[in-house]
């Protein structure tokens, strides 16, 4: 499930990455793009994947409303969220993550997120991410929309994503998980430091732990907190 929005740029990468995968029933596996009224050619090159995989266009809208959308239109055992700038590199990575949900009985599995380009305080902070990740999966687990892959009946029973969440949507839902049904898989995807030219590396540190410390508190998610503003057009 991909929710996008004018991601012609980075959408071929991720699509191409996920039919790459070597899970062994990739061929019928449903991809649900869910676009967000794009005004580029978004919908079209996703449609162009379709000699690849099963891959269905349907109406969007913020990144929890699109995510639900694709969720509730399938009928799998599990269903795995990723945002459109990511790229699964590992070719093996999805076919371990089931593997991984199957044998532990999952709620929830996610794994580290690396940056593909950008400077060294990029790739520093993403690696922080990912530790502070694993570190807090043993109290309260936190995952990004960057991967994430749900038990579908335990996405269904906790209500998906929160629709009226304008920020950190994947944090308000998988902080809910057990630790005992959550797991980070050895591995990583790949992402653009757009994220960072966007909000800026110490406004996105503030926003972080503001967010720990908010974990509770519902109205901090419903606000945007700036982050949606538009990227700066440097190169990513």
Not at 5 to 30: C, F, G, I, T, V
Not at 56 to 66: A, D, L
Request: proline share 3%; aromatic share 12%; charged share 25%.
């Amino acid at each position: 499930m991909i929710p996008a929005k004018n991601e012609s740029k980075h959408l071929p990468s991720l699509l191409n990455s996920l039919a790459q995968q070597d899970y062994a029933h990739r061929a019928r596996m449903k991809v649900f793009v869910a676009d967000a009224r794009s005004t580029d050619d978004t919908a079209d090159i996703a449609r162009s994947f379709a000699d690849r995989m099963d891959i269905t266009v349907i109406e969007g809208g913020t990144p929890s409303v699109g995510r639900n959308r694709g969720a509730h239109q399938s009928d799998s055992e599990f269903v795995l969220f990723l945002d459109a700038d990511v790229e699964l590199r590992d070719p093996t990575l999805l076919r371990r993550a089931l593997v991984r949900m199957k044998s532990q009985r999952l709620h929830c599995l996610t794994v580290d997120i690396a940056c593909a380009g950008g400077n060294w305080m990029d790739r520093f902070l993403y690696r922080a991410n990912s530790r502070m990740q694993r570190l807090s999966s043993w109290v309260m687990p936190f995952g990004t929309g960057m991967f994430l892959l749900f038990d579908r009946k335990r996405f269904t029973e906790l209500g998906g994503f929160n629709e009226n969440a304008l920020f950190a949507e994947d944090f308000l839902l998988t902080k809910q998980i057990s630790p005992l049904r959550f797991s980070v898989l050895k591995g990583e995807v790949f992402t653009s430091n757009r994220r960072f030219r966007r909000t800026g590396h110490a406004r996105m540190v503030f926003l972080f732990f503001w967010t720990m410390l908010n974990s509770s508190n519902r109205s901090h998610f419903e606000r945007d907190h700036g982050y949606w503003k538009e990227a700066p057009a440097a190169a990513e």
